[in-house]
């Protein structure tokens, strides 16, 4: 699907679920979550309409975070980011 086309290109292999299916359970944790499907590392400026509370990042996602936390602060967005270890992701 051209949603994961990321996850093809960064990993080499298609992802086990596709975005929807991810995407899906996360929405069906028993907590109250707005889930994106979309890439912000290309439209960080989405964040100051969004204004998280959290951002999870996967491990492998976390070369992100120092980043993040500099738009975040240049947006005055207060997030607190959160990164995935190896055994919970």
Sequence with gaps: MPE??????YKGKPPV???CQRANAVRNLPLKLHVL???IRNNWKSLRGIRPEVIVLSAE?????DRLAVVLQEYLVPTRIEVLTESSS
């Design 4 to 9: 994961d086309g990321f996850v093809v290109k």
């Design 37 to 39: 499907e979309e890439d």
């Design 17 to 19: 679920q596709t975005l």
């Design 61 to 65: 996602q976390a070369v992100w975070r």
